[in-house]
């Protein structure tokens, strides 16, 4: 496999830097399930449970070709139960508890303890999910009794601004640690999430980040493509997300009622901000296909939801993102109640020819004087993230510790941040700048339960 092919440089004209990213030409894809969200379920859920949601030695997509039937690791003896991996769940929201019935449906987990911050979720979803109440933990520190509670993995579901704290901690204490996006809302808790991703891989533990697009066959099939160089010379890469709504009620004496319902979206020390939770996975998807992330961004932002009550998010974004030797991309982001949600796609143009990865509809490809390429991407909420649990179970059985997705997890995050901050100043900003300036943004506990 050859981990250095970029974009850019197919005619010779650039020249050729490192593709952190890699390839691969199969998948495994996972059946669906009766009652998977619908599209407009999955836009009420991305915006209000996401807002409620050195490079790798193997390839990310390359995970998704093992399939567990082919897998001697992961195969029983006749009449043996297949292996169960106790797993801890920290989060029980709308997400939480949604992906929480997937690892149980996988057949592969045992939920073994679940946390949350409010005691109600905890025992709604121990209650679903059959857990002792010995084993349901609320309150701030919940995550560590999960931890302490015999565990072998854990997934983590909370609003991103808690993740850097708990993936620490759990891959401290030797766990596989199965993380939502956005992995972090700063650049601190980037650096964070990276130093635990690596030292996951030298504990030898499984450390995966849940990312959809990249899990698609079609989409995977359009991005090796275009990195194959069939559409030619890249000039110009375009992603969009327009999205759904959630909530910005006044402020109260503690942080508390914004932890639940989406609210924690409208804050950036939360969630990173609607840039990072929702307009990620497209931005996600340019990264994955330019296998680097940008070196400067130039942007505008404003804050144009009705009624807002001190959350300092924006809820639209217009953004430049340079690339040292590479095309010119843009993106643009919206997330109002303005009744047009559902486009999620970025648009790849090469010289001969454009590309498109899509969430909801069809990706393609385009070649001048060939028959297009078309490939409906289909329920990708549901089936990316039962892929990702499959790959989560077979990584740890087959004991693969490379970790792939940590690294361009946290490019991609870094990118958010970077068009994040230039759109809040209005101007330019390198990455270089942004990594040196270090910003932390902090989360009021005060006055919280512990």
């Given amino acids: 496999m050859n981990n250095n092919i ?15 990213y890699s390839k691969s030409k199969g998948i495994d894809v996972m059946s669906s399930t009766p009652n998977t969200p619908s599209r407009r379920e ?22 998704y070709a093992v399939h567990a039937a082919d897998n001697p690791a992961l195969k029983s003896k006749p009449g043996e139960p297949k292996r169960k991996i106790k797993l801890g769940l920290v989060g029980c929201g709308g997400r939480g508890s949604w992906i929480a019935g997937l690892f149980k449906e996988h057949g592969g987990y045992d939920i073994h303890a679940v946390a949350d911050y409010f005691q109600d979720r905890v025992d709604a979803c121990g209650n679903a999910l059959g857990v002792d109440q010995n084993r349901r933990f609320s309150g701030l520190s ?39 996006k956005p992995v972090a809302v700063d650049v601190p808790s980037c650096l964070t999430i990276e130093a635990a991703g690596k030292m996951a891989s030298q504990k030898q533990q499984v450390f995966h980040v ?10 995977i099939q359009v991005a090796e493509r275009v990195r194959n160089g069939e559409i030619g010379q890249l000039a110009k890469v375009v992603s969009n997300t327009i999205g759904g709504f959630h909530a910005d009620p006044p402020k109260t004496a503690t942080i508390e009622p914004r ?23 497209m931005i996600d998807a340019a990264l994955w296909v330019l ?17 807002p009550h001190g959350g300092d998010n924006p809820d639209a974004y217009a953004m430049i993102f ?9 993106h643009s982001g919206l997330c109002l109640p303005t009744g047009a949600s559902g486009e999620m796609n970025t648009t790849i143009y090469g010289q001969i020819g454009y590309a498109v990865l899509e969430y909801f509809g069809k990706a393609r490809l385009n070649v001048r004087g060939q028959k297009p390429f078309v490939a409906q991407v289909e329920n990708l909420y549901p089936l990316g993230a039962k892929r990702n649990i499959a790959t989560f179970y077979e990584s740890i059985c087959a004991g693969r ?16 941040i970077l068009g994040r901050e230039a759109g809040l100043r209005n101007g330019r900003l390198t990455m270089e700048e942004l990594l040196k300036e270090n910003k932390r943004y902090e989360i009021d506990l005060t006055g919280l339960k512990v």
């Fill in 6 to 20: 970029c974009p850019g440089q197919f005619l010779g004209m650039f020249p050729r830097p490192v593709n952190r």
């Fill in 42 to 63: 999955f836009l009420k859920a991305s915006t209000t449970t996401m807002a409620t949601a050195a490079g790798a030695a193997v390839g990310l997509t390359q995970i």
């Fill in 142 to 180: 919940g995550y560590k009794k999960v931890i302490e509670s015999g565990v072998e993995a854990i997934a983590l579901e909370t609003p991103p601004g808690f993740f850097p704290e708990h993936a620490r901690a759990a891959a401290e204490a030797g766990l596989h640690v199965y993380l939502a």
């Fill in 210 to 219: 849940d990312y959809q697009i990249p899990t698609d066959p079609g989409n």
């Fill in 259 to 281: 932890l639940k319902n989406g609210t924690w979206g409208q804050d950036i020390a939360l969630s990173g901000g609607t840039i990072c939770t929702f307009d990620i996975h």
């Fill in 291 to 307: 296998g680097q992330r940008p070196v400067a961004a130039m942007g505008v932002s404003r804050i144009c939801r009705p009624e």
């Fill in 322 to 330: 340079e690339y040292a030797n590479g095309p010119l991309y843009t």
């Fill in 401 to 416: 510790f490379e970790n792939p997705t940590v690294r361009r997890a946290v490019d991609g995050c870094l990118t958010c």
